[in-house]
């Protein structure tokens, strides 16, 4: 696993979110990318990279597509709804 070498930007709001829920799923970035292709959403390793370290703009349809493939919903994903105990995931499923 390789670690981040640069801060967190300030582009997205959902960066950080996405990859705690993909890395709580046990699933790793090229299985997401090949999820999100499947969804009709074409991005690249490096783009979903910067997305997770906040340092690109996110579309609403990466937005919709992400919250589905990692079964959380857009509020959680935007921090807009209550997290669980240990502040990685929503106490209950919410989609």
Do not use: F
């Not at 960066?15 to 292709?37: S, Y």
């Amino acid at each position: 696993m390789r670690l981040r070498k640069r801060a967190l930007g300030d582009r997205n709001l959902v960066g950080a979110r996405v990859e705690t829920a993909r890395k709580h799923l046990g699933m790793k970035q090229k299985d997401l990318l090949a999820q999100l292709q499947v969804k009709g959403v074409d991005i690249n390793a490096s783009a979903l990279s910067k997305l997770e370290g906040q340092v690109r703009y996110v579309t609403d349809v990466e937005l919709n597509a992400l919250a589905d493939i990692l079964n959380v919903s857009v509020d959680w994903l935007l921090g807009r709804t209550e997290e669980s105990e240990n502040n990685s995931l929503p106490r209950y499923p919410l989609r």
